[in-house]
């Protein structure tokens, strides 16, 4: 039996195994059923092991180059080299859907063994929640729709190879998993609140049961934006890391409402208060990563993340219209039950700031969706191409960041209820000098852009606020507890890693928002045409070309600058590239790129000349505090662990009962 056939047969047994796991599920929850729900749980642990056999399939055959499939024959070439062809996987349509499919049935095997343990009803109806939309993809990738094991029948002596630009830098390797894990993931709370709508429990179970899943699935997607932006950024030869394409919106936009039900289930929490809101934003963010997965796999927009137009369309259109009726008309059934224990609390207390938040962050997904549909609708309706680009964003989103900067460094320094002056005064002293030792370090480094400076100001602010919890924390310990400091700090994070996770979280946002403010406001642009021997000179830099070459390889043709780049301490030797590949065109940009804490320089290879390589045109950017952007990714996703990984247990210590007896006296 070939890799596609086992592949193909594979699937077609986990779909049989989802359809016996949802009405399994269904059953088992109705009439509460163990064996039915063993069952059910067997169903969905063999149907995830199918998966992944199809998908290591997958893998084998482009690894081997079987171009009797037709995925294989037209996204793998003999050429390409084995990582890529590996990852290959889900360089289009039908290999995603497959990875999808494999993370979401993963997702469905954890729940089925170690969610329905702890609270069986609840657990066994979202089970079979999420055996539904597993049997949805199965659906998609057993039939022609999406079936990535669809046969040729007669195979190539070679195939096409990847698209260009997905195999001209590692970072295919890990942008695309990560987005994917963090969109799938968003399932498990949204299976959840479906079935706890359904049995009608108005409490919090759904989302304690959740909240890590919908932390770890929020961490990786905004990893795996940022990871995206570096691709973009290293790949693409343009300079920029964030373009406000259709399809990084789509990316954006669930992690937005993600966010803003991370911060607002604490008040549901704390106070018994936005039950519907989190419900509705839960509803929100899992609709959004499917609009996102319809916009970049239908074919609709025009983006270099986008796949061409499918059948599939139309499928993914049904599938999220079936989601929003079923979980709007669930809402509006279970109202009455969902009410809130009591008001807001005053307009200076943590869960009238954390509401505030919210505001903010649905009014920035709603711009950011409205900017991305309305080209789409506008042509549907009228036939015009219209575009909306990034002026449109900026001018919204900016403000919109940093009000949520701003309520960042508030909301953790105000207590529950409401705050008193002293409190205020308390908690907010050293963070406002702070914000203006910000406000001027900005200004003494040339950064003069309002934008740019607020930005400072607000970042030192949220910086200082995490300072002075941290301190807190610590000096608590050590005055309970007897701890060292270096003691203290690791037990904070051990022990209340939830809340102290948050706060690394917190710091590396601030370093994303510096990293962009600063990289805006501050690069500096220069061009010119050299021959070897040549330099070109800018922000202090001294770019030198050396040498122009030809350099073939098996897989691809490169033009390529040998360029010495030195100043302000700096000594690079880079070598951006023209890179011809068989199934492409146009040659691909390979930008040359010298990276450090205080200055990316970035080098565009744009012209030379084609007969005696006697002049190379060097475009080089000066780039200031980019590479931070890049380590507040890590940091937010270290904080992110902090905060998903569970409490250590309080230890029992057990009295002889003689000392029980002498204590009670």
Known sequence: MSAGDLGAAALRAALFLSLWGTGAAIYAAWRRDARVLASARVAAGIAFGLVVVAALSMMFALATHDFSILYVAENNARETPTFYSIISLWAALEGSILLWTAILAGATAF????????????????????????????????????DPFARLAVAPDNGNGP???????????????????????????????????????GGDRWLVATRRFALVSWALLGVGIIAGAWWSYAVLGWGGYWAWDPVENAAIMPWLTS????????????????????????????????????????????????????????????????????????LLWRSARLRDAGP?????????????????????????????????????????????????????????????????????????????????????????????????????????????VLTYALGAFVVATVVQEFTRGVRARRTLHGEGGIAAFSNLLRRSGRRYGGY????????????????????????????????????????RLDTIRPVSEPQRDSIVADLVVTGNGASEHLRPALVQYPNSAAAVGSPGIGAGLRDDLYTILAAYDQRTFSWATIRMRVIPGVSWLWLGGAVVGIGALIAALPAPRRRTVRMPVAEVAVSAK
């Open 259 to 330: 966010t803003a039900y991370l911060h607002s289930v604490m008040v549901e929490e704390k106070r018994s208060l936005l039950r519907t809101w989190n419900l509705a934003l839960v509803v929100a963010t899992f609709a959004l990563t499917i609009l996102g997965t319809f916009l970049t796999r239908s074919g609709v927009v025009n983006s270099v993340h986008s796949f061409s137009l499918s059948a599939i369309g139309p499928l993914l259109l049904g599938y999220l219209v079936a989601i929003l009726v079923l979980s709007v008309g669930l």
């Open 163 to 201: 698209n260009a630009l997905l195999q001209n830098h590692p970072l295919m390797a890990l942008h695309p998993p990560l987005l994917y894990l963090g969109y799938v993931l968003t399932s498990v709370p949204f299976a959840y609140a479906i079935a706890s709508l359904i049995l009608g429990e």
């Open 344 to 452: 807001i609390g005053a307009p200076l207390s943590r869960e009238a700031i954390f509401l505030f938040q919210n505001v903010l962050f649905m009014a920035a997904t709603l711009t950011v969706l409205l900017g991305t549909l309305y080209p789409l609708v506008a042509e549907a309706i009228s036939g015009a191409q219209l575009s909306i680009g990034g002026p449109y964003f900026d001018r919204v989103e900016i403000p919109l960041a940093l009000a949520l900067l701003f309520l960042m460094g508030i909301g953790p320094q105000l207590p529950w209820h409401g705050a008193s002056r002293a409190t205020l005064e308390r908690q907010f002293t050293a963070p406002i000098v702070a914000a203006a030792a910000g406000a001027i370090a900005a200004l003494v480094t040339g950064t003069t852009a309002l934008a740019a």
């Open 111 to 146: 729940i089925a063994f170690r969610g329905t343990l702890a609270i069986p009803r609840l657990a066994t109806t979202a089970l079979a929640v999420m055996f539904a939309m597993l049997t949805f993809f199965l659906l998609l990738i057993t039939t022609p729709a999406a």
């Open 504 to 543: 690394v979280v917190h710091v590396g946002i601030v370093l994303v928002a510096l990293a962009v403010a600063t990289s805006q406001a501050r690069t500096v642009d220069a061009e010119q045409t050299l021959a070897p021997g040549e330099a070109l000179v800018v922000a202090g830099y001294t770019v």
